[in-house]
């Protein structure tokens, strides 16, 4: 292959030879080893967020492909778990956001689902209304509350995925906890109505 100018190929910068088939992704066994080990921790947070393992399920895939994606800036992050935990946090409130934008269009089903569903469901309103509140107050003292009291996790397991120290964990869980309270007690009571 010559150039314009006569000169022949360029040796500097060759021209890639076209492929001729896709070649399936490989994950890097850092990347899978990591993602082994948390995904449990990844499901049961996502899970208490969404409240169906469906809908858990579909959000992770999408924080594990970003998670992927940008393992490179992962691994050079100071704390790889922290960002992890944010590339989480950020897919499910994107979840969040498509569902209110798809709820219009969606089909309606075609088998109602039992009541006993429903009342499991809606006896977390009223904590899940403290807590996405308690999230837009104090984000921090949310995430260590909900990971220290809906996951099990200990402190110092919360310190190190958040990029905290273990008492900074326990002081934002305990404040949390607090406001939590404060929060479910000043919320109108669901039950009642409008009459």
Avoid at 35 to 54: C, E, G, M, S, Y
Avoid at 65 to 77: D, Q
């Amino acid at each position: 292959m010559t150039d314009t100018f006569g000169r022949g190929y360029d040796l500097v910068n060759p021209e890639p030879e076209p492929e001729h088939q896709l070649q399936p992704v490989k994950l890097p066994p850092d990347f899978d080893v990591f993602f082994r080990q948390n995904k449990n921790t990844f499901f049961r947070i996502a899970v208490n967020r969404l409240h169906d393992p469906r809908d858990a399920d579909e959000a992770l895939s999408d924080a594990a492909l970003v998670m992927f994606k940008k393992w490179e800036r992962i691994l050079a992050h100071p704390n790889p778990i922290a960002l992890a935990h944010r590339i989480l946090d950020n897919k499910l409130t994107d979840f969040y956001r498509r569902t209110a934008r798809t709820a219009g269009l969606e089909q309606a089903l075609t088998e109602r689902p039992d009541s006993s569903y429903l009342m499991e469901l809606r006896s977390g309103d009223l904590l899940d209304g403290a807590l996405e509140e308690l999230r837009r107050l104090a984000p921090l003292q949310a995430q260590c509350w909900e990971m220290h009291k809906l996951h099990g996790l200990t402190h110092a397991e919360v310190g190190a995925h958040l990029g905290i120290t273990e008492g900074a964990a326990k002081t934002n869980s305990s404040k949390g906890h607090k406001k939590l309270k404060c929060l479910l007690t000043e919320l109108p009571d669901v039950e009642k109505g409008d009459s």
